[in-house]
């Protein structure tokens, strides 16, 4: 059973930075994917980053440049580094991962993750 704990949200005002972390327990091989998604009020849930096995990343166009998507020392840890929040950025963000695809990560889309974590809360106010 793989479970996902994500820490790291709060509060902070535009242009400020936050650092999310992920671990992911029962997950026994590197050869996973591993991501971040969003989801605001009235908003579709939006795919903001995803990185594979090998440490390729994908970045959502609204975020580029602003978040970093990196593994921790183990395989099974993950951050997501993100700078010049914006208002927009508000919304919980979940970690999530999946291991059926021999390491690599599929389309940034909710359906194809198998595991989910519960979500941290990100607000963006000034």
């Known amino acids: 059973q793989v479970q996902l704990a994500e820490s790291g949200g709060g509060s902070v005002q535009p242009g400020g930075s936050l650092t999310l972390s992920c671990t992911a327990s029962?997950?026994?091989?590197?050869?996973?994917?591993m991501g971040w998604f969003r989801h605001a009020p009235g908003h579709e849930r939006e795919g903001v980053a995803q990185?594979?096995?090998?440490?390729?990343?994908t970045i959502a166009d609204s975020v580029k440049g602003r978040f970093t998507i990196f593994k921790g020392d183990a395989f099974n840890v993950l951050h997501l580094q993100m700078n010049n929040l914006k208002f927009e950025d508000s919304a919980m963000y979940y970690c999530?991962?999946?291991?059926?695809?021999?390491?690599?990560?599929?389309?940034?889309?909710?359906?194809?993750?198998?595991?989910w974590g519960q979500g941290t809360q990100v607000t963006v106010a000034s």
């Open positions: 990185i594979d096995s090998s440490g390729s990343a």
């Open positions: 029962g997950l026994t091989s590197r050869r996973n994917c």
């Open positions: 999530v991962a999946v291991n059926r695809y021999g390491g690599g990560c599929p389309a940034i889309m909710p359906s194809e993750y198998d595991y």
